[in-house]
Nanobody, 127 residues
């Protein structure tokens, strides 16, 4: 079993920055990629960003491209999300996911790509 723990959420003014962290732990698991999703009240969970574990290639939702940066620490099995120029519409609970099975060409933007999820961290942006 794999546990993911997110941290770094909080309240920030519009235009401000936050850095989210997600650390994975557990017994004998592989990591092929990690990603961030978010879910606002009354809305579906949506893709934010993802990073592959070997090459470090990244993918971003259009709504965050140029403002958010995803990065990883292979040794710590951790993923980070640097969020700059935050907007009120970025407010949501942010979840990290981890893919432990070989990807087989699956889309990192799909919820089903990820095998494990964290409990989420709340991001609130005041206008």
């Amino acid at each position: 079993q794999v546990q993911l723990v997110e941290s770094g959420g909080g309240l920030v003014q519009a235009g401000g920055s936050l850095r989210l962290s997600c650390a994975a732990s557990g017994r004998a698991f592989s990591t092929y990629g990690m990603g961030w999703f978010r879910q606002a009240p009354g809305k579906e969970r949506e893709f934010v960003a993802a990073i592959s574990w070997s090459a470090g290639s990244t993918d971003y939702a259009d709504s965050v491209k140029g403002r958010f940066t995803i990065s990883r620490d292979n040794a710590k099995i951790a993923v980070y999300l640097q969020m700059n120029s935050l907007k009120p519409e970025d407010a949501a609970v942010y979840y990290c996911g981890l893919r432990s099975r070989f990807p087989y060409g699956s889309s990192v933007r799909s919820l089903g790509f990820y095998d494990y999820w964290g409990q989420g961290t709340q991001v609130t942006v005041s206008s």
